[in-house]
């Protein structure tokens, strides 16, 4: 069963966004964060707690 994405991605401005895919109504459906371990560490509890599959658009970008 597919339960969605939680996705990282840097927006033009430098900040890393943090979205849910579809969004859940307990959560913000994005997040910005300025520091990437912020980020990520958001992204794993994120995955853990909705069982979410990772998209992390940073490592697929270089």
């Known amino acids: 069963m597919d339960r969605g994405t939680v996705t990282l991605s840097q927006d033009g401005a430098g ?3 943090i979205r ?3 969004p859940d109504p307990n959560y913000p459906e994005e ?8 980020a990520r560490g ?11 599959r990772k998209v992390d658009l ?3 970008g270089g």
């Open 15 to 17: 900040a890393f966004v």
């Open 20 to 22: 849910l895919d579809p």
């Open 31 to 38: 997040q910005r964060f300025d520091d990437i371990r912020d």
């Open 42 to 52: 958001m992204m794993g509890g994120l995955r853990l707690v909705l069982g979410r």
């Open 58 to 60: 940073l490592k697929a």
